[in-house]
């Protein structure tokens, strides 16, 4: 039986999952809703909730554990409170301290620039904030690895609280001009 592969773009407040065990989380919104996936797809990696963007599904574990690794980029578009500026993203580039499950850890090195102008995505189903709170700016940063909440927390740990977070690429997979909930099936990730 030959795998198969796609891309969606997983809406703010959808689940990166098919099924939960946890009865608080019957009732949210999963990733079967956007399309008829065959058993054993499974997400590769994850967005949590609140973030939206590119996700790649396969059948395939051994492809799963191939763009999971370090060798693969993942690019996100993050929405951050304040106008971030060159050294927090000098900062940012070089590697920050982060806590990950009760640890210190400092992040990779990473690539990170402001994005002028903001990038033209789709009104969220939830307003982020209001005007009134104060200027927001646009980053686009590049990892290579993928800890719990990553970007978000690197952008706290510059100063900047990210409010809005989209992941636009993985490899040379692009977001693109997908709408969220849209899947697109594909015969392979080409990486």
């Known amino acids: 039986m030959a795998h198969r592969h796609f891309l969606i773009h997983k ?86 301290e982060i806590g990950v499950h009760s640890e210190k850890v400092t992040t990779s090195p990473c690539a990170a620039r402001r994005l002028e102008p903001a990038p033209d995505f789709a009104p969220r189903t939830r307003k982020i904030r209001d005007d009134r709170h104060g200027p927001t700016s646009w980053v686009a940063i590049t990892v290579r690895e993928g800890k719990f909440r990553q970007v978000r927390k690197m952008t706290a740990a510059v100063g900047f609280p990210t409010l809005r977070l989209v992941r636009v690429r993985v490899g040379d997979i692009w977001l693109g001009d997908m709408a969220p909930g849209a899947v697109v099936e594909v015969p392979d990730f080409g990486l």
């Open 11 to 96: 809406p703010y407040g959808c689940l990166s999952q098919f099924t939960s065990q946890f009865s608080g989380e019957a009732k949210k919104t999963m990733l079967g809703k956007f399309h008829d996936f065959p058993a054993g797809t499974m997400s590769i990696g994850r967005l949590d909730e609140d973030s939206e963007g590119l996700l790649l599904l396969t059948t395939d574990g051994k492809v799963s554990e191939a763009i999971r690794s370090r060798h693969v980029e993942k690019e996100y578009y993050a929405q951050v409170d304040g106008l971030m500026d060159e050294p927090a993203l000098a900062r940012m580039r070089a590697g920050v």
